[in-house]
């Protein structure tokens, strides 16, 4: 039963325009989310989160949106950069009963074209 | 600067054999988890553990074990090594009842089952 959906494997961007990345949750419990960047051979990093109190987080180029009543959310990623090609994993938790214990979605293959 | 590490980069074994994977941490980080990441599935939770000695099922622990003997050292045993269990494996730790989002992971074991 997979909870946390990231329904397209692969997604190609120019240089300079906007990335989207959308993620799907079924586990209504889940109240933190959390987008990590993964290199080749290099373990994931963290790159942004978001509480369910909140609809939107910002960090420089990068903003994620929190739709609770659709239970999806998105990473958006302006402009968007070479080095910014990655996979990208959604994760969620349930802060009150997970602790920091993370669901990972499937992971979406980010390539920004030059 | 937090660093994860783990005892190999690459690491090919045979079919039936006995496998540790060694994770350490150096900031005293209460919290560890083990991974598997394969293509198409994301990261999948394997064991974790809240302390020493300590450890809890995750989502496919089926075939592995763990030990926890020390607070900076995280083991994952393969008891008989089958091919299934080729994969890219990946040690996390974070500080308990703290941010969600200070997972930190170490560059991962690229196993290989022949």
């Known amino acids: 039963d997979q909870q946390v959906k990231q329904n397209s494997p692969s997604l190609s961007v120019q240089e300079g325009r906007i990335s989207i990345l959308n993620c799907d949750y079924t586990n209504s419990m889940f109240d933190y989310f959390l987008w990590y960047k993964k290199y080749p051979a290099e373990g994931p990093t963290f790159l942004i989160s978001?509480?369910?109190?909140?609809d939107k987080n910002e960090d420089g180029r990068f903003t994620v949106f929190l739709n609770k009543s659709a239970k999806h959310l998105s990473l958006h990623i302006v402009p968007s950069q070479p080095g910014d090609s990655a996979v990208y994993f959604c994760?969620?938790?349930?802060?009150?009963?997970?602790?920091?214990?993370?669901?990972f979605g499937e992971g979406t293959q980010l390539t920004v074209n030059p | 600067d937090v660093k994860v590490t783990q005892s190999s980069r690459y690491l090919v074994k045979r079919t039936g054999e006995k496998v540790f994977l060694e994770c350490v941490q150096d900031m005293d980080h209460e919290n560890m988890f083990w991974y598997r990441q394969d293509p198409g599935l994301g990261l999948r939770l394997i064991y974790f553990s809240y302390d020493v000695k300590m450890k809890e099922k995750g989502d496919i622990p089926e075939g592995y074990s763990v030990s926890r003997e020390k607070k900076e050292r995280f083991s994952l045993i393969l008891e008989s090594a089958s091919t299934n269990q080729t994969s890219m494996y990946l040690c996390?730790?974070?500080?308990?009842?703290?941010?969600?989002?200070?997972?930190?992971f170490g560059p991962g074991t690229r196993l290989t089952v022949l």
């Open positions: 996390a730790s974070t500080p308990v009842f703290l941010r969600t989002d200070t997972q930190y």
């Open positions: 994760a969620a938790t349930s802060t009150r009963t997970s602790g920091s214990r993370l669901t």
């Open positions: 978001i509480s369910s109190i909140k």
